[in-house]
């Protein structure tokens, strides 16, 4: 789906906070055949955009402090980012970055929700977003991992207005954050012995894929894993979580139908 504006509250954009950026783009243009180009002016330190085509679709940047975790951000749109800053403190989260001005590409800030997981903000100027989603090679899917469902439905909602759609099904409930009645992400509880008790509440980050199988057979070939073999989600599609050669983890999915 070809994208000129991205609607307030849904996913905008993400990007990889690397501590070698030259082998994660290796790896990221090997997997997908995105094409790399990073950003000439020296205020950008090194930001390189991932294209699909003609189309921006994630950028890889260096990590910023010693010790900062290889992590895919997320980037909610919105229309007022200091605005939204207020809101993510009214609603008891907390601000890593107050918001800023990116050159003249848009305004962003970041945050912790209630729960510690990580997640962003950005304001479009002259850079409204990724320029396709929903199509192979780009963003399908953002969802939280969290163990107080309840607490975040609580301040998503107060932050971007979200509603929500939960699912009937007591062997996997699940919940979808909604604009507009329009599904932008989802949550799941992390209840149970398959959660180890040290990974902390955090959004994962799905591209989407035309064949699963065939994406993760390239992923050790390029220095990366299989973290999740590929698995059938009824009803939803298939997917797999891969971590890549700096740490990172990531799913690709192929929707059904």
């Known amino acids: 789906m070809k994208m000129t504006q991205h609607k307030p509250g849904t996913p905008s954009w ?3 906070a690397s501590p070698d950026v030259e082998a994660t783009k290796a ?3 090997g997997l997908f055949g995105w094409q790399a180009y990073t950003v000439p002016d020296p205020g950008a330190g090194g930001y390189t955009i991932l294209r699909k085509g003609e189309d921006s679709v994630a950028a890889i940047g260096p990590v910023q402090g010693e010790g900062q975790p290889p992590v895919w951000n997320w980037y ?3 229309a007022d980012a200091d605005e939204t800053a207020r809101r993510v403190e009214a609603a008891g989260g907390k601000i890593l970055s107050a918001p800023f001005d ?8 970041a945050f912790l929700d209630t729960s510690g997981a990580p997640f962003t903000v950005w304001q479009a100027n002259q850079m409204p977003g990724a320029g396709v989603v929903h199509e192979p090679g780009s963003l399908e899917w953002v969802e939280l991992m969290t163990r107080d469902p309840e607490g975040a439905v609580e301040f998503y909602t107060r932050v971007f207005g979200w509603g929500t759609e939960v699912s009937t099904d007591p062997a996997m409930p699940y ?10 992400a989802g949550m799941m509880s992390m209840v149970g012995d398959q959660w180890p008790a040290e990974l902390p509440d955090h959004w ?12 993760c057979a390239r992923v050790p070939e390029l220095g990366g894993t299989v973290a999740q073999q590929p698995m059938d989600i009824p009803g939803v599609g298939r997917f797999a979580v891969v971590i890549d050669p700096v740490g990172a983890h990531f799913s690709v999915l192929r929707m059904a139908g």
Do not use: N
């Open 175 to 184: 919940t979808q954050f909604t604009v507009d009645g329009e599904s932008v």
């Open 204 to 215: 994962m980050v799905y591209f989407a894929v035309e064949d699963v199988d065939a994406t």
């Open 14 to 16: 993400v990007d990889l």
């Open 102 to 109: 990116v050159l003249d590409a848009g305004r962003m800030a």
């Open 76 to 78: 909610a749109a919105t």
């Open 27 to 29: 790896f990221y243009t």
